[in-house]
């Protein structure tokens, strides 16, 4: 997947989540929950479901697991679109993309964290997001 999200600060609370046996998702890609503790890959124009964390690991589609670890905390680096200003909430907005709540105020739109970074309208940067749990 493209857009990964790339760890810079901890502590890094991991918890663990179903996830269908079929399914590859790489590390570092923005989940959400469809089901109680069970997530999936975001995905694009994807604003339902709760942001459920960030995959920690790959989890690869041939391996029969049923389980993969997901980030809730730490500050992560994001791919931004839209218009984020610094301390603002931001948004899930598609696959491993992020936008201000304010900006994408979708009423689906669920929280990912606050932004330590600047995105101007119609352009994409990658930003410093810290995770909210």
């Keep these: 997947m493209v857009f990964e999200a790339v760890r810079v600060e901890g502590p ?36 339902s479901g709760a942001f459920a964390g960030i995959s920690a690991t790959d989890k690869d589609g041939t391996d029969g697991k049923t389980n993969l670890g997901l980030t809730k905390t730490g500050v992560h680096l994001l791919q931004g679109a839209g218009i984020i200003g610094i301390g603002e909430y931001v ?3 598609g696959a491993n993309v992020v936008s201000g709540a304010g900006f994408h105020a979708h009423p689906g739109a669920t929280l990912v964290g606050v932004s330590y970074g600047v995105v101007a309208l119609g352009t994409k940067a990658v930003i410093e997001v810290e995770l909210v749990k």
């Design 12 to 47: 890094y609370l991991v918890r663990d989540y179903t996830v269908a046996a079929g399914t590859s998702i790489s590390g570092g890609t923005l989940c959400v929950m469809r089901n109680p503790r069970t997530a999936q890959a975001s995905q694009v124009f994807d604003i």
């Design 91 to 93: 948004v899930l907005s």
